[in-house]
């Protein structure tokens, strides 16, 4: 009888779990899980003051939860358990200013994938290394404390990708892994930690020597018939028209070029970050196709990670969502909808100060502007964006009117709002052929 009931909850367990964790699409059989989370910016609860006049202030233009971001970090890496991941992938901003002790708590908390023999594989971010922004806010002062610098990060960071290199670029924290057998993975570190000053330099940059180290590690892989993965932090296909204009720091320097040399040599798709939006889009060169897989900061909105599976000829991408954190965040709501509000205050502060420093719009022009412009962001995090007919009407009535005072902004409002082919959060790749 004992035997029965424990078999019958063991049952109700297993079947919740899968549930939990199904894929929409039924994966093939022999099909690697794995999940990806990216732009955590983690940052410790007691590195702040959280009621301090000074933390409060920087919260303001913050567009991303920060002292809950441990908690958020948690539920993921539980649910990414939970799924039965192979393997996981961090595609940078691993912290939030690069703090030492930022990156010192992460790595324990990334433990809890090693300890049950799961892989992790990091590259950097812009803002984890040799950034003069590490702060604390304890005793209502903004307190410069320990950033790293490069070597720091791969010793910190040694069981999660480095440990397991079997090739490393000469320049840059780029490597290849092998995750599985016929499996390989390929970070290409574009961040330019090195020529930091004041703040962390936001754009990419990869010399000729790297992309040619990765032309040649990607065709060796595939020469001895195994796939491989492609992980980057800065963006290497536009996610929107004209981004190679408007938000040119968010795609790695010379992409059309870059993605050109990495498709001919074989790669298919690359995971990345650094915009913060769940977004997919592709680019064809000479027939060829390069599709670079974003997603969206996992302290932000949406709160997502990806849950996918990749075989010998397709992989399969799907979005989770962080519903539930174990953190006293201070309200009754929903753990998203309390986020997403919070997050929505910060990015109206965002838009509103870079409308006038960038835009030169005056204060009465920002107040009706900035709603615009945080409405037209919060899409383009969320994906698969679907503007309101005011939202339409508004980008259209200025961004053909060269006298309105909106007419630049309103070409990026329409920018963000116009969703490039390739659906952002469920999608299946079909892979090219290796043999
Ligand atoms: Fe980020």
Redesign the pocket.
């Known amino acids: 009888m004992i035997v029965n009931i424990f078999l019958l909850i063991f049952g109700i367990y297993e079947i919740t779990t899968a549930l939990k964790c199904s894929f929409a699409k039924k994966p093939p059989q022999g099909c690697a899980r794995f999940g990806v989370m ?2 955590m ?1 983690y940052y410790p609860a007691n590195l702040v003051n959280c009621n301090s006049p000074v933390y409060q202030n920087y919260l303001k233009q913050d567009a991303k939860l920060t002292e809950e971001s441990g908690a958020v970090i948690d539920a993921a890496i539980n649910a990414m358990l939970a799924c039965e991941v192979e393997f996981v992938i961090l595609a ?2 691993l912290t939030n200013e690069g703090e030492k002790q930022s990156h010192l708590e992460l790595a324990e908390l990334l433990h809890k994938f090693t300890q049950k023999g799961i892989q992790v594989f990091v590259t950097p ?3 984890d290394i040799n950034n003069r922004l590490a702060m604390s806010y304890l005793n209502n002062e903004q307190t410069p404390i320990d950033t790293i610098n490069e070597h720091d990060f791969e010793e910190i960071y040694y069981n999660f990708g480095f440990k397991q290199a079997y090739s490393r670029d000469v320049d840059t924290l780029s490597y290849c892994a092998r995750v599985k057998e016929g499996l390989n993975i390929i970070t290409i570190d574009a961040n330019q930690y090195k020529n930091n000053k004041d703040k962390p330099l936001p754009d990419g940059i990869l010399s000729d020597d790297s992309v040619t180290w990765a032309e040649n590690e990607i065709r060796s892989s595939l020469k001895r018939g195994e796939r491989i993965i492609g992980v980057m932090h800065h963006g290497l296909v536009e996610h929107f028209e004209n981004q190679g204009k408007s938000f040119r720091a968010f795609l790695v320097n010379d992409f059309d070029k870059i993605g050109q040399r990495l498709v001919e040599a074989g790669l298919d798709f690359v995971f990345t ?2 915009l ?1 939006a769940q977004d997919i889009s592709s680019a064809i060169y000479n027939g060829k196709s390069i599709t670079d897989i974003e997603t969206a ?1 996992l302290t932000s909105v949406p709160f997502a990670w990806r849950l996918c599976c990749i075989n010998h000829d397709e992989l399969i991408i799907e979005t989770r969502y962080i519903d539930e954190i174990d953190f006293d965040y201070g309200s009754d709501l929903p753990f998203r909808k309390w986020a997403t509000q919070r997050v929505w205050e910060g990015l109206l502060e965002l838009e509103a100060y870079f409308l006038k420093q960038y835009n030169g719009l005056t204060e009465e022009q920002t107040k009706i502007a900035a709603p615009y412009y945080a409405r037209a962001f919060m899409a383009h995090f969320c994906g698969d964006e679907n503007p309101s007919q005011e939202d339409k009407e508004f980008y259209l009535k200025h961004k053909n009117d060269p006298q309105s005072p909106y007419y630049e902004v309103a070409k990026i409002f329409s920018a963000l709002w116009t969703d490039l082919p390739d659906s952002d959060n469920d999608l299946t790749l079909h892979l090219r052929h290796i043999d």
């Open positions: 990216t732009d910016h940078g901003d971010g812009n803002h970050g650094h913060h900061a």
